[in-house]
């Protein structure tokens, strides 16, 4: 089966960076997407394509990529940015089986 | 503004049957592959199936195959998730979207 692993917890103090590793063999052929979610809420994409950021979403938010590894940075978080976040990709084998990461919760306190 | 909304959750029985579906304004619906997304309440996302635009490629997880079956009417621009065979651990908020958007989500309990 095809895994995408995440930190569970990432804490930092407002106005600090937070980074979010994403790990999982398909990403060195497949595209990171990232998604926020909070309580209650459906999620929403911040970060496309390993390091594109839709429109509406901050500035502070921002993605790479390298081998295996994709990374979302939060730089200078916000009260606001306190959520879940989820990688997703797709198998790289090419049967475009959607995956998502176990999820990291980020604390900014 | 874009926005899927889904629905036909509820309660139903183990072994049976939910079609849930999802409406779809805003962006071009015959041009987008459409997912199925769901979570459990307190836990993670899970990807349960995708289609393509025109509804000719459609591909599941594991746990769907054989069990759910998803389409799409270009007409009605909606969205559907044919669920049969269900069991308990197929309770859960399911979600409809598109990459970029995501709708609010229906919630499917599935008990005796």
């Known amino acids: 089966s095809y895994e995408l692993t995440q930190p569970p917890s990432v804490s930092v103090s407002p106005g600090q960076t937070a980074t979010i590793t994403c790990s999982g063999y398909s990403l060195s052929k497949k595209y990171a997407y990232w998604y926020q979610q909070k309580s209650g809420q459906a999620p929403v994409l911040v970060i496309y394509?390993?390091?594109r950021r839709p429109s509406g979403i901050p500035e502070r938010f921002s993605g790479s990529s390298s081998g295996t590894v994709a990374t979302l940075t939060i730089t200078g978080a916000q009260l606001e940015d306190e959520a879940d976040y989820y990688c997703?990709?797709?198998?790289?084998?090419?049967?475009?089986?959607?995956?998502f990461g176990g999820g990291t919760k980020l604390t900014v306190l | 503004e874009v926005r899927l909304v889904e629905s036909g959750g509820g309660l139903v029985h183990p072994g049976g049957s939910l079609r849930l579906s999802c409406a779809v304004s805003g962006l071009t619906f015959s041009n987008s592959w459409m997912h199925w997304v769901r979570q459990v309440p307190g836990k993670g996302l899970v990807w349960v199936s995708r289609?393509?635009?025109?509804?000719?490629?459609?591909t599941y997880a594991d746990f769907a195959k054989g069990r759910f079956t998803v389409s799409r009417d270009n007409v009605k621009n909606t969205l559907y998730l044919q669920m049969n065979s269900l069991r308990a651990d197929d309770s859960a908020v399911y979600y409809c979207?598109?990459?970029?958007?995501w709708g609010q989500g229906a919630l499917v309990t599935v008990s005796s």
């Open positions: 394509e390993d390091n």
């Open positions: 289609i393509s635009n025109d509804g000719s490629t459609t």
């Open positions: 997703y990709s797709t198998d790289g084998d090419g049967n475009h089986i959607g995956i």
């Open positions: 979207g598109r990459v970029e958007y």
